[in-house]
């Protein structure tokens, strides 16, 4: 394996190589602030960046996710409207996006062309680690208030905002209203019983200052991972790194993390109900069933629920699917069906949806969670 030069103010931590790829991966960390870095060394023209951070909210207002937004609106070195968003139209980029999950916020892109991707991570580092958080910007993103008719005075106040409007939708489909429900009871504890993307009702409760802390303490270089992939030199990203972020910050002596959830003694059963502008609530019903099983970062654990799953659910001859499918108490399989491994606890669920009008006229649950983490059944 070859291996690369580092920056001075980065160690390098591991180094292996992946035959099935063709290639190395190399791991370093900075001295100063701890940040990681990971570059996947490979042949290849198209260079990739990514910056993630660790996104743990406590509470539903979708701090993570309006925060994801507005962080790019302008930066210190680019005060202008939007940049991300012209870098978009105007840069030879292959990829560019971000993302907000229950547990994390990253911001990655691929470029073929070396000068755009050097520009792309100026404006992608500058975005993150020195953003402008306009109150207005919040306002737009967020959330604000603003007459139903603009120029009317005496029409209603509506609340407006990106992804208030965002969630607004999102939170319409029953499907995303029995996960958020399912989740909420699965994990009584930690982040996930919170909708990390913003539940309508709680996002006018988060104030332009809870926004900013939250910003400080989140996303900062001790709070994040730098990734990279292609040929591109480690040394060269890093001394870009160093200079335009990390020369900046010093090690912050707080960690965010998730706590192991809390279980219960015994299985919890839990009925709630679901807005709907129907008059008719035939049909209406969903049942799920959710587990509660290891860790995800256990791979060994991770394929063998993975496994299980694909025994259980994969098609119609596959013996849970086809009695979820064959059952006369509901009309099809839930929509929430399988094996869910994104958090750091697995959940794995199984339901029926449309019930029969006799059945029940809301949505309804039984989270099975046993005390203590456990195996799925062999
Ligand atoms: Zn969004």
Not at 34 to 52: C, I, K, R, S, T
Not at 74 to 81: N, Q, T
Not at 139 to 154: K, L, M, Y
């Amino acid at each position: 394996m070859n291996m690369p030069v580092s920056h001075p103010t980065f160690v390098h931590v591991r180094s292996e190589h992946i035959q099935s790829l063709d290639i190395d991966v190399h791991e370093y960390r900075h001295t100063a602030t701890g940040v990681p870095h990971v570059h996947l060394a490979a042949d290849n023209a198209e260079n990739v960046f990514m910056v993630g951070l660790r996104t743990i909210p406590t509470d539903s207002t979708g701090v993570a996710h309006i925060l994801e937004h507005t962080v790019l609106c302008g930066s210190e070195k680019y005060p202008v409207r939007d940049p991300f968003f012209m870098m978009i139209r105007r840069s030879l980029n292959t990829f560019m996006n971000a993302f907000t999950s229950s547990d994390w916020t990253a911001y990655p892109f691929a470029t073929q062309n070396r000068k755009d991707y050097f520009n792309l991570l100026d404006v992608y580092l500058d975005a993150v680690f020195f953003s402008r958080l306009h109150e207005l910007d919040f306002a737009q993103e967020g959330h604000r208030v603003e007459f139903e008719t603009p120029d009317d005075v005496n029409s209603d106040l509506v609340f407006k905002g990106v992804v208030f409007n965002e969630m607004k939708g999102a939170m319409s489909a029953p499907t995303s209203m029995l996960w958020q429900t399912l989740t909420k009871h699965l994990f009584p504890n930690n982040t996930y019983h919170f909708n990390s993307g913003g539940d309508p009702e709680h996002i006018p409760d988060l104030s332009y200052q809870q926004l900013k802390s939250f910003y400080d303490t989140h996303y900062h270089p001790s709070n994040a991972v730098l990734m990279t992939y292609g040929d591109i030199t480690p040394d060269v990203l890093q001394s870009r790194f160093e200079e335009q972020v990390l020369n900046r910050f010093e090690k912050l002596d707080r960690t965010v993390g998730v706590e192991p959830a809390k279980r219960y003694h015994s299985p919890l059963r839990v009925q709630e109900s679901f807005a709907t502008q129907e008059v008719d609530t035939t049909d209406k019903t969903h049942i799920v069933v959710g587990w509660l099983l290891g860790e995800s970062i256990d791979l060994d654990q991770r394929l063998r629920a993975h496994l299980l799953s694909s025994v259980l659910l994969d098609n119609s001859a596959s013996p849970l699917m086809r009695a979820l499918e064959q059952s006369d108490l509901g009309n099809a399989p839930s929509p929430l069906c399988g094996l869910e491994d994104s958090a750091r606890e697995m959940v794995f669920a199984c339901g029926l949806a449309e019930l029969m009008p006799s059945m029940m006229t809301s949505a309804a649950f039984l989270a099975g969670m046993p005390n203590g983490p456990e195996a799925p059944p062999e």
